[in-house]
T-cell receptor
């Protein structure tokens, strides 16, 4: 158990809908990351927050947004969903932002868009 | 730009034999290198990392990895594989020289199959 908690574990929704994925980082970790894992794209970095502020953006679509709250939990909002958004979404956390920090991953949220 | 290559989609090994999973990287500065493992329907589990110092890094579950700067490689090894080591293994890199922040760049993954 990495200590990173993600909900829901599985989600099935229709095209055009909006979903919110939730993440609680490990105790003491200030950085939160979101990654997307799909068969064709592999593991793709989406976005990083540190202590409530956005710090880095990767291949995140404009239809997707995220935030980190004062209690450090984070949410990833996916809107106008398309079939291609079906993937495993990981949240991860680390104590800080240094490149040598270990990033610990949650078990992921499986999103299926039908 | 940083990149990682895992040249083998799958590695097959018999239980008890040595296991090696290959990884090469490309960064403009010094690399920070990581190995993760993903079991079916589970998240990524951290195995080990190289930041600096000894080129041989020991990690969880008996795994180790050797950093080779001249060959830009960071191969994962286990002296005696177990059936329970069957999983998907990912190598990842961050460039210490750039403001890479969260951009932990992953390889495509290598499926390890250990047969009894």
């Amino acid at each position: 158990d990495s200590g990173v908690t993600q909900t829901p574990k599985h989600l099935i929704t229709a095209t055009g809908q909006r979903v919110t994925l939730r993440c609680s980082p490990r105790s003491g970790d200030l950085s939160v990351y979101w990654y997307q894992q799909s068969l064709d794209q592999g593991l793709q970095f989406l976005i990083q927050y540190y202590n409530g502020e956005e710090r880095a953006k990767g291949n995140i679509l404009e239809r997707f947004s995220a935030q980190q709250f004062p209690d450090l939990h984070s949410e990833l909002n996916l809107s106008s969903l398309e079939l291609g958004d079906s993937a495993l979404y990981f949240c991860a956390s680390s104590v800080g932002t240094a490149s040598g920090n270990t990033i610990y991953f949650g078990e992921g949220s499986w999103l299926t868009v039908v | 730009a940083q990149s990682v290559a895992q040249p083998e989609d799958q590695v097959n090994v018999a239980e008890g034999n040595p296991l090696t999973v290959k990884c090469t990287y490309s960064v403009s500065g010094n690399p920070y290198l990581f190995w993760y493992v993903q079991y079916p329907n589970r998240g990524l589990q951290f195995l080990l990392k190289y930041i600096t110092g000894d080129n041989l890094v020991k990690g969880s579950y008996g795994f180790e990895a050797e950093f080779n700067k001249s060959q830009t490689s960071f191969h994962l090894k286990k002296p005696s594989a177990l059936v329970s080591d069957s999983a998907l293994y990912f190598c990842a890199v961050r460039d210490a020289a750039t403001d890479s922040w969260g951009k932990l760049q992953f390889g495509a993954g290598t499926q390890v199959v250990v047969t009894p």
